[in-house]
């Protein structure tokens, strides 16, 4: 007996999917069958993204989100919407960090952390969410199938490293933040739930694991090995699946047991 996750005619998007986790997540939902709203700044990378998916056989539309603005939030969901349905699954991705000790943090390194980390997760979570909100309370009984919300959270939101204290913070009120939502939404058919991922090898950071730092990193990991984007796939469906009903609230690592 086989058993799959089938998103057919699930409308999913994906914040910060113009490289890295959200690119790899977009790739995930559409493998499985949703038509993905790719959203980030980078636009033309975004055009290449949804070209590679529907030369794969996927639906993707591409839409321009600057999350430290409210104002392009707002417009990239009204966009979104209006252009491909009602937003079913947000995978709430985006995200910065700075590298440097606490007493050499300034206001605007920790502004640029907070802005996008926190503010921006949490107001496009905010827009998308008062959406579900509303058909779900317009809907007949049992006519709302149920939403999703996908916060990226981090181990370093479980566990403090040095020299990005702030990412750490910022990712620990991400944490706090899902379980807000979890409380208030879910009695509307709403879950929300975050995913806390360790290291992962992405072209982003790939060249940083071969210097020296990086192989300290790595040598501190319980099994001395990064994680590969495709090892969220999993978790991500799981979470994304109208299987996962009963889901609502959870903080769930995938580090390879770095934050235990």
């Known amino acids: 007996m086989s ?8 409308i999913a998007m994906v914040t910060g999917a113009s490289s890295g986790l959200g690119a790899q997540f977009a790739r995930t939902l559409s493998r499985a069958g949703a038509t993905v709203v790719l959203a980030s700044r980078r636009k033309n990378k975004l055009e290449d993204l949804r070209a590679e998916l529907q030369a794969a056989g996927g639906a993707a539309h591409v839409v321009e989100m600057d999350v430290t603005d409210q104002a392009s939030i707002q417009s990239a969901v009204a966009q979104a919407e209006a252009e491909v349905g009602p937003i079913e699954l947000l995978v709430n991705n985006s995200g910065v960090s700075t590298t440097q000790r606490l007493q050499d943090v300034s206001p605007q390194d920790f502004d ?3 802005d996008t980390n926190v503010k921006g997760a949490f ?17 007949a009984p049992g006519g709302f199938a149920g939403a999703r919300i996908i916060n990226i959270a981090s181990a370093a939101g479980l566990r403090v490293l040095p020299q990005i204290g702030v990412y750490c913070m910022s990712k620990a009120a991400v944490i706090q933040m899902t379980k807000a939502m979890a409380v208030e939404w879910g009695r509307f058919g709403i879950s929300v739930n975050a995913i806390c991922p360790g290291y992962i090898d992405t072209e982003i950071n790939h060249a940083h694991w071969d210097t020296e730092q ?5 040598a501190m990991m319980p099994r001395k090995r990064l994680g590969q984007a495709q090892d969220l796939d999993g978790l991500l469906l799981m979470l994304a699946s109208p299987a996962s009903h009963l889901i609502n609230g959870a903080v769930i690592s995938a580090d390879d047991g770095f934050s235990v």
């Open 3 to 10: 058993y799959s996750i089938d998103l057919d005619k699930r």
């Open 112 to 114: 640029f952390v907070f």
């Open 123 to 139: 107001f496009v979570a905010q827009e998308v969410g008062k959406r579900m909100l509303a058909r779900s309370k317009e809907a």
């Open 214 to 218: 990086g192989q300290k990193l790595i």
